[in-house]
């Protein structure tokens, strides 16, 4: 029998640690070994090294999911890194997995696709009936006692930003090139440049695909400052934000797509290669929740900072192509003007993805053609929002947030600081979605 130094690795949000730290000391009543991070962490490690190690002498993994959410869990070591890892570990070797609720009631939605795993509730960290599950969970049961081979872990971090997540999930990156433009005030193009991004490619079955781009870590200041047109008051404040990096749909996702994973295609505009629209936050919600089942993989929609940032990319004008925008660049209602740009088509329906020039992440369609869904619930301004780059899910408002205007609205609303709503189970023929997957 294989034998480990520890029972269970304790992985957490910091800020849960001295709820963390309770449990810890009533398992070593009974006789467990748990990883403490406080107890194995000592000044001059190297903290992903360390953890690392940590995690290849644990028979188990648990990890606490609070009103905290997934957060910081070290220095440069983020929460849900850890349990991807963890759960990459169950996929490979057997490596069981306790998730638990400490104070809350409901998974987060970011955890959906666990909903089906037994979890455990603390309602505090005294809770010795939870506590009773999680040694039973510990100990296992019959051959679950012993535990699985350790698997070699190399000593590298997990995840650390500013670099890109690791890709050792099989992924295979590809390399594309691109072109991006610029124009000047009256809309004409006055650059043009040469970039390239990294991606990999999801096999969706039966010839479907789906292209995830790399998108970098970074900082950027998030809404419209007080002089921009058309500029409304949910825009403010403006804000600085630190976004972790992602992977981002290179596309909007198209009726293809939506096919291959829910077997039906509800768009008006029926196309494959167009985006799937009459499509509500709940129905985005399902598509992401079986895509990560199908794949594995954390599928979800992009917070509304990841977002911006990602609709930005880089720049801080009302658009990502400059200070105005044509119906050259963006499929928008052309009898509407911004600026001093022309007038231009009104294609009154949807165009293909991929039709007009993408921004320097390249990412296609970040303005018009459909709204896309957000995490986030809609609030009117932006106090107290998440400077971390993630979602915010709290407020008693109803809506949700919708960004990049659509092919029936003026350009206005196509703009990277432009912020809409609807309702969760509201269904439009220019509203659909873009995804968002986190690779540790």
């Known amino acids: 029998m294989e034998q480990f130094e ?50 290849s002498r644990s028979k188990v993994g648990a990890f606490f999911i609070s009103q905290n959410g997934l957060g910081t869990f070290q220095e440069n070591l983020e929460l849900g ?17 306790i998730p638990i609720l400490l104070g809350i009631n409901d998974i987060p939605d970011s955890l959906f696709y666990l909903s089906q795993w037994a979890w455990i509730q603390f309602s505090s960290s005294n809770d010795e009936a ?85 998108i970098p870590g970074g900082k950027f200041i998030m809404g419209s400052p007080a002089g921009e047109a058309k500029r409304r008051d949910n825009e403010s404040p403006q804000h600085e934000v630190t976004v972790p990096s992602f992977f981002m749909g290179k596309y909007e996702v198209t009726q293809a797509q939506y096919q291959a994973i829910m077997g039906n295609n509800p768009s008006y505009f029926k196309g494959e290669k167009r985006p799937v629209e009459t499509v509500s936050w709940n129905d985005a919600v399902e598509f992401c929740k079986r895509l990560s089942e199908k794949t594995e993989r954390t599928y979800r ?65 970040m303005c018009g053609n459909v709204f896309e869904w957000c995490l986030d619930k809609y609030h009117n301004n932006y106090d107290g929002a998440p400077t971390d780059g993630s979602a915010w899910l709290e407020g008693s408002e109803n809506y949700i947030l919708l960004r990049g205007g659509s092919w029936d609205f003026n350009p206005g609303l196509c703009r990277c600081a432009n912020r809409d709503l609807g309702y969760p189970d509201g269904r439009r023929y220019d509203v659909g979605f873009r995804l968002v997957v986190l690779v540790a």
């Open 130 to 214: 939870a506590l009773k599950r999680l040694i039973r969970g510990i100990r296992g049961r019959g051959a679950e006692v012993q535990a699985q081979p350790t698997i070699q872990i190399p000593d590298t971090p997990l995840i650390i930003e500013p670099k890109p997540p690791q890709t050792d999930q099989g992924l295979s990156l590809q390399t594309f090139r691109f072109e991006t433009v610029t124009v000047n005030p009256q809309g004409n193009i006055t650059n043009r440049r040469h970039c390239e991004a990294k991606y990999f490619v999801e096999d969706l079955g039966n010839g479907v695909t789906l292209e995830m781009v790399q």
């Open 6 to 55: 520890f029972d269970v690795f304790l992985a957490h949000n910091s800020k849960d640690k001295p709820q963390v730290r309770a449990i810890a000391q009533e398992l070593t009543r009974y006789n467990l070994r748990p990883w403490f991070d406080e107890e194995q962490i000592f000044p001059g490690d190297n903290i992903q090294q360390v953890v690392s190690q940590g995690i």
């Open 301 to 365: 929609l992009p917070s509304e900072a990841e977002w911006e940032y990602a609709a930005r990319a880089g720049t801080t004008t009302p658009f990502y192509f400059g200070e105005t925008i044509t119906t050259d660049l963006a499929n928008y209602n052309g009898n509407y003007t911004y600026g001093s740009a022309p007038k231009g088509e009104y294609r009154q329906q949807t165009t293909d993805v991929g039709k007009f020039p993408p921004n320097t992440f390249g990412l296609y369609d």
């Open 81 to 97: 890194a850890i349990i991807q890892f963890f759960l990459r570990k169950h996929n490979q070797q057997g490596f069981r997995v």
